[in-house]
């Protein structure tokens, strides 16, 4: 994608409800390199609080998976199909929802109705009855997830020079940290209380709250990303889906069977919630980190330390002598894994063709977490095949962010 402030960001559009005459001030405004600094903080701060939002989902489901489990005397194989479902889903309609907000500047507008399809699909999982019920309320979530993270880094490229981009969208990956503590600290709050049924009826309410911060306060970007959804995937953003893609896998799936190792070491659910809420909470301090030092070290050099720092510490956690030793490097193996996020988006944001803004992190976000949601079953698969033990899946996902870490080296430098 073009930096806002070296030439013009498109045709103005008035998708926002602002009047033409608006619209076509604040495309100039872009063009000299005059935002106001008061909208580029209102921009940030709303887009912290829906990405916490859209996150806080993201760790609720695992946090869940034991009682699901139980309830419906599942195998680990079967009940990785929840997750799995969800990140399919969203993998497959990020980049096509991506170019048609680009296309139509419908950024704002998708990510409203993402947000109500959370709340939609939480109250749907609350009333299920059967594990089928409970899968279709898992695609539900997936066609929610696929909204936000490519309209989000549209705006945050559109509003931010490229000197900054990296910084803000490391702010901006304060949300993903919060979401990540917030959701199974919530859920083990509701789970020591109700049963898991009645909590995620009331986990439908974070929900509503970010579609509200979505209208009221969410601007639409006046740019319109060219034709041809093929022609803006480009062989460097195919190399950076397959590397995000690994990274995702390594990082989600370690996410997602924690708590469940945790229980299978002695731990009840909701406090396996809480330490997985230690782990996830690495994530405010690594995302603006990350993108601070990707805007002086270079993307493709910090996307390779971060690998790197993955897999060592994936091996130390395998071969921690202690159950605290292995809480401790789960943290440090959520600080590496979440350096990477936010460059990557920034990345796929710069790496765009013709304003496709969109469907570049689309494709970057979305096929890389097909590759993620594909680890889930396997792992599933392995962990049924030891007799139930997790580390083996997790000497796997050693090897995947390895793996990750020399297909980055091959990167264009950004």
């Given at each position: 994608?073009?930096?806002?402030?070296?030439?013009?960001?498109?045709?103005?559009?008035?998708?926002?409800?602002?009047?033409?005459?608006?619209?076509?001030?604040?495309?100039?405004?872009?063009?000299?390199?005059?935002?106001?600094?008061?909208?580029?903080?209102?921009?940030?701060?709303?887009?912290?609080?829906?990405?916490?939002?859209?996150?806080?989902?993201?760790?609720?489901?695992?946090?869940?998976?034991?009682?699901i489990?139980?309830?419906?005397?599942l195998?680990y194989?079967?009940?990785?199909?929840?997750?799995?479902?969800t990140?399919?889903?969203?993998?497959?309609l990020?980049?096509?929802?991506g170019?048609?907000?680009?296309?139509?500047a419908l950024?704002?507008?998708?990510?409203?109705?993402?947000?109500?399809?959370?709340?939609?699909?939480?109250?749907?999982?609350g009333?299920?009855?059967?594990y089928p019920?409970?899968?279709?309320?898992?695609?539900?979530?997936?066609v929610?997830?696929?909204?936000?993270h490519?309209?989000?880094?549209?705006?945050?490229?559109y509003f931010?020079?490229?000197r900054?981009r990296?910084f803000?969208?490391?702010?901006?990956?304060?949300?993903?940290?919060?979401?990540f503590?917030?959701?199974?600290v919530?859920?083990?709050?509701?789970?020591?209380?109700?049963?898991w049924?009645?909590?995620t009826?009331?986990?439908?309410?974070p929900?509503?709250?970010?579609?509200?911060?979505?209208?009221?306060?969410?601007v639409e970007?006046?740019?319109l990303?060219?034709?041809?959804?093929?022609?803006?995937?480009?062989?460097?953003?195919?190399?950076?889906?397959?590397?995000?893609?690994?990274?995702?896998?390594?990082?989600?799936?370690?996410?997602?069977?924690?708590?469940s190792?945790?229980?299978?070491?002695?731990?009840s659910?909701?406090?396996?919630a809480?330490l997985?809420?230690?782990?996830?909470?690495?994530?405010?301090?690594?995302?603006?980190l990350g993108?601070a030092?990707?805007d002086r070290?270079?993307?493709?050099?910090?996307?390779?330390y971060?690998?790197?720092g993955?897999?060592v510490?994936?091996?130390?956690?395998?071969?921690?002598?202690?159950?605290?030793?292995?809480?401790?490097?789960?943290?440090?193996?959520?600080?590496?894994?979440?350096?990477?996020?936010?460059?990557?988006m920034v990345?796929?944001?710069?790496?765009?063709?013709?304003e496709r803004?969109?469907?570049?992190?689309g494709?970057?976000?979305?096929?890389?977490?097909t590759?993620?949601?594909?680890?889930?079953?396997?792992?599933g698969r392995?962990?049924?095949?030891?007799?139930?033990q997790?580390?083996?899946?997790?000497?796997?996902l050693?090897?995947?962010?390895?793996?990750?870490?020399l297909?980055?080296?091959?990167?264009?430098?950004?």
């Amino acid at each position: 994608m073009s930096d806002p402030g070296s030439e013009s960001s498109g045709p103005a559009r008035a998708a926002d409800g602002r009047a033409p005459g608006e619209a076509s001030t604040l495309v100039a405004a872009v063009d000299g390199l005059a935002i106001p600094e008061s909208l580029r903080r209102r921009i940030l701060v709303s887009l912290v609080g829906c990405h916490t939002a859209n996150d806080f989902y993201n760790l609720v489901i695992p946090v869940m998976l034991p009682a699901i489990r139980d309830s419906f005397g599942l195998s680990y194989s079967a009940v990785a199909l929840v997750p799995f479902l969800t990140q399919a889903t969203s993998a497959v309609l990020q980049p096509t929802l991506g170019y048609v907000a680009d296309r139509r500047a419908l950024r704002r507008v998708l990510m409203a109705l993402g947000f109500f399809a959370f709340a939609l699909a939480m109250a749907g999982l609350g009333l299920s009855q059967s594990y089928p019920a409970v899968l279709v309320a898992a695609v539900c979530l997936g066609v929610a997830g696929s909204t936000y993270h490519p309209q989000s880094a549209t705006l945050l490229a559109y509003f931010f020079q490229k000197r900054a981009r990296g910084f803000a969208q490391g702010i901006h990956g304060i949300g993903n940290a919060a979401g990540f503590v917030l959701g199974p600290v919530v859920a083990s709050f509701l789970l020591r209380r109700m049963t898991w049924h009645q909590a995620t009826i009331w986990l439908a309410l974070p929900a509503l709250v970010a579609a509200v911060v979505v209208l009221r306060y969410l601007v639409e970007p006046a740019s319109l990303g060219r034709r041809g959804l093929l022609a803006g995937i480009t062989r460097p953003l195919a190399l950076l889906t397959i590397v995000n893609g690994l990274a995702l896998a390594t990082s989600s799936t370690f996410t997602n069977w924690l708590p469940s190792y945790y229980v299978s070491h002695g731990y009840s659910l909701a406090g396996s919630a809480i330490l997985t809420a230690l782990m996830s909470g690495s994530a405010f301090i690594a995302q603006p980190l990350g993108g601070a030092i990707s805007d002086r070290l270079g993307r493709r050099q910090l996307l390779v330390y971060a690998l790197v720092g993955v897999c060592v510490s994936l091996v130390l956690f395998l071969i921690a002598p202690s159950i605290a030793w292995e809480i401790v490097l789960s943290v440090v193996v959520g600080f590496w894994a979440s350096l990477t996020p936010p460059v990557t988006m920034v990345y796929a944001s710069e790496l765009a063709a013709g304003e496709r803004t969109g469907t570049a992190v689309g494709l970057v976000w979305g096929l890389g977490t097909t590759m993620s949601a594909l680890a889930l079953p396997v792992t599933g698969r392995i962990i049924d095949a030891t007799g139930g033990q997790i580390a083996p899946a997790y000497a796997v996902l050693a090897g995947a962010a390895g793996l990750a870490a020399l297909l980055a080296l091959r990167l264009p430098r950004a």
